[in-house]
């Protein structure tokens, strides 16, 4: 019989002929390993492995003790900057696949972080900061007494720790919650915690004006490499500014006025990279994101007292836009304010505005850094320029950005104005010689933003213009990370000397302090040094170098002289002189080269004087009364 001969199956014309079959695809392990060593995955995988062993070899060949001018970038082993060159490299080539493999980058800005503030935390016997043994003694004495006492008068501006004390609070219930001996074996490890809990802030905050993620990892990347200014140490400030940022996050999410959003879409000049505006916020939904933020910006107030002013001024800026313009957050934050200020802090508070008469206006003061002179040495002289340059080139990519991507300025505009809003505050009041690093500081996330984005070329745009770009960011965006890195080091480890010193020199510092009777008075040249302010509630303080230098020049003439005119001849002193405030006053400029060594040695040779204990690890005297004085 014979057989039926097949028809082909008939298909329309446009429709494509049946795919080829493939072999079955392997998977399981060995796909996955054999994945891993593909050009790309491997050079986003290998550039952490290869860094995190020249680091680890290098760290314990970190020679910290006995550092010299330059900190310790001469005592960095050349493995340390190499790996910190491969992680950089790392970053770049993962960069190409941000898009669809963003974790390569964040593992990459994990890194750097780690890599570049953990070495103290790993290598030093003490606390890192001579401010943050200030800190380490507010939060052993809220532990003894349980208790603060706001309207107590303390030497040495320690009554604001009284009057703003959630930070230190908070660091008390950690301390006995988890048995330790207090909070100094943490201490070092701020920086780190600090710039992991900032990391998914930031990139919440850059996710919602770009859908870019080479753009946003690039800008997480210049904020670590640009947070040089020493703030995220133990202390209310990096507790504050963590909160702060966290705060502008859920405003600029979910704080939309309905119909500006639409107007948004509907302009065609937004910058292609632009992510998709966040949907408007009825009044219910907004009203409900103020009662979760309260307690957030409560939190704020009470714990620092100018953080709260620079969120009320970045909140009144971001009202200058019709997409934030939210009238009743910025009252209930000011109200915070106004009642913590006038309750807890009142004290401070009002001596603040009592001394606005005198700042106010003094824009050049006001934007002065430090109290007095100028830094000397090579070291601290390195770091000025390094300060410098680090600000001119991060203003100069952000200001470029500015002019050239105006379509991203529009659409990012309350980035723009963030980092605008803490300026004027240089019209108003020094802050003890620190506005002009707090200001940096609080402009750092829009300024990094827009450096970030005069380095990433937009993904879109004609073949000529984009290829362009493409070309000259490959050539830009290394060169600008290496400069910021090169600058971030001396910026943070070249005064190192100044933030160091050994266990034994504040156990000096101590025993000073407990031999002398409760209610005397403690002269030291600054308050820059380890244990300064051991039971700093029983003790006055004179830091007597922390004035204009024409006056200290005055002192040097005759030093025993100087200082036993301002002790009252009823009055228990001593004199404290330690390694680390020698290089404290020469990296500041208080004391000309050599002066503090001539101030000890006229100290000692002075009848007015009697020596209690002398070690290279410092120098305590005893104020002796005149005859005259003792009758």
């Not at 002019?403 to 605008?420: E, N, V």
């Not at 009041?429 to 002009?436: F, R």
């Not at 940096?440 to 933003?449: C, D, E, K, R, S």
């Given at each position: 019989m014979q057989q039926p001969v097949p028809v082909p199956e008939l298909r329309p014309a446009h429709e494509p002929p049946p795919a080829a079959p493939q072999p079955p695809r392997r998977t399981g392990p060995g796909r996955t390993a054999a994945g891993l060593f593909r050009p790309q995955p491997l050079f986003s995988w290998l550039p952490l492995v290869v860094a995190a062993a020249l680091w680890?070899?290098?760290?314990?060949?970190?020679?910290?003790?006995?550092?010299?001018?330059?900190?310790?970038?001469?005592?960095?082993?050349?493995?340390?900057?190499?790996?910190?060159?491969?992680?950089?490299?790392?970053?770049?080539?993962?960069?190409?696949?941000?898009?669809?493999?963003?974790?390569?980058?964040?593992?990459?800005?994990?890194?750097?972080?780690?890599?570049?503030?953990?070495?103290?935390?790993?290598?030093?016997?003490?606390?890192?900061?001579?401010?943050?043994?200030?800190?380490?003694?507010?939060?052993?004495?809220?532990?003894?007494?349980?208790?603060?006492?706001?309207?107590?008068?303390?030497?040495?501006?320690?009554?604001?720790?009284?009057?703003?004390?959630?930070?230190?609070?908070?660091?008390?219930?950690?301390?006995?919650?988890?048995?330790?001996?207090?909070?100094?074996?943490?201490?070092?490890?701020?920086?780190?915690?600090?710039?992991?809990?900032?990391?998914?802030?930031?990139?919440?905050?850059?996710?919602?004006?770009?859908?870019?993620?080479?753009?946003?990892?690039?800008?997480v990347w210049i904020f670590q490499l640009a947070n040089w200014v020493g703030q995220d140490y133990l202390s209310p400030q990096g507790f504050a500014y963590l909160l702060f940022l966290t705060v502008f996050t859920v405003v600029v999410r979910h704080f939309v006025r309905p119909g500006s959003a639409r107007r948004l879409r509907d302009r065609s000049y937004l910058d292609p990279a632009a992510a998709s505006v966040p949907p408007p916020t009825g009044l219910r939904q907004r009203a409900v994101c103020v009662v979760v933020l309260a307690p957030l910006i409560a939190a704020v107030n009470a714990s620092h007292q100018l953080t709260p002013v620079m969120l009320v001024m970045t909140l009144s800026a971001l009202c200058l836009t019709r997409r934030y313009r939210n009238l009743g957050l910025l009252a209930v934050t000011g109200v915070i304010m106004l009642v913590w200020d006038l309750t807890m802090g009142r004290v401070l508070f009002l001596e603040t505005l009592g001394s606005l008469r005198e700042t106010a206006g003094d824009l050049l003061g006001n934007s002065r850094a430090g109290f007095a002179g100028e830094p000397t040495g090579p070291g601290p002289e390195l770091v000025g320029d390094a300060n410098i340059l680090m600000v001119l080139v991060l203003g100069?990519?952000?200001?470029?950005?500015?002019?050239?991507?105006?379509?991203?300025?529009?659409?990012?505009?309350?980035?723009?104005?963030?980092?605008?809003?803490?300026?004027?505050?240089?019209?108003?009041?020094?802050?003890?010689?620190?506005?002009?690093?707090?200001?940096?500081?609080?402009?750092?996330?829009?300024?990094?933003?827009?450096?970030?984005?005069?380095?990433?070329?937009?993904?879109?745009?004609?073949?000529?213009?984009?290829?362009?770009a493409r070309r000259t960011g490959a050539v830009a965006l290394p060169v600008a990370l290496i400069a910021l890195l090169a600058g971030f080091l001396p910026s943070y480890y070249g005064k190192e000397a100044m933030q160091y010193a050994p266990p034994v020199e504040t156990a000096l510092v101590e025993r000073a302090y407990d031999r002398a009777p409760e209610g005397a008075l403690i002269l030291a040249t600054t308050g820059s040094f380890p244990g300064a302010y051991h039971r700093y509630d029983r003790y006055e303080r004179w830091f007597f170098t922390e004035q204009e230098v024409p006056e200290n020049l005055r002192m040097l003439k005759d030093p025993a002289g100087y200082l036993a005119a301002g002790i009252p001849d009823d009055r228990p002193a001593y004199v404290i002189l330690t390694p680390a405030q020698d290089r404290a006053t020469a990296g500041e400029g208080y004391l000309p080269p050599g002066g503090f060594a001539r101030l000890r040695e006229a100290l000692k040779a002075s009848p007015r004087f009697r020596v209690v204990e002398e070690s290279e690890h410092g120098l305590v005297l005893e104020h002796v009364p005149t005859p005259e004085a003792a009758r």
């Open positions: 680890s070899w290098s760290l314990p060949r970190i020679d910290f003790h006995g550092m010299g001018d330059f900190g310790l970038l001469d005592r960095f082993p050349l493995a340390y900057y190499a790996a910190l060159a491969v992680l950089t490299a790392g970053f770049l080539a993962g960069l190409r696949r941000a898009g669809t493999a963003p974790w390569w980058p964040l593992a990459h800005c994990v890194a750097l972080l780690v890599a570049l503030k953990a070495p103290p935390a790993l290598l030093y016997d003490s606390v890192r900061y001579p401010w943050a043994s200030k800190h380490d003694a507010v939060i052993d004495r809220l532990l003894a007494e349980g208790t603060v006492h706001p309207t107590v008068e303390l030497s040495g501006g320690m009554s604001a720790y009284d009057q703003w004390p959630g930070f230190f609070s908070l660091n008390a219930a950690l301390v006995r919650a988890f048995g330790t001996e207090g909070a100094a074996g943490y201490t070092n490890w701020a920086p780190v915690a600090f710039g992991l809990l900032l990391i998914p802030v930031l990139v919440l905050i850059y996710r919602t004006f770009t859908d870019d993620w080479r753009l946003v990892w690039t800008a100069g990519l952000a200001g470029a950005a500015v002019l050239l991507r105006r379509a991203l300025t529009r659409s990012a505009l309350p980035l723009l104005l963030a980092a605008a809003a803490p300026v004027p505050l240089f019209a108003v009041n020094d802050y003890g010689g620190e506005m002009l690093f707090r200001v940096y500081l609080f402009g750092l996330p829009g300024t990094a933003f827009f450096a970030a984005a005069a380095l990433v070329p937009a993904a879109t745009g004609t073949g000529r213009a984009r290829l362009l």
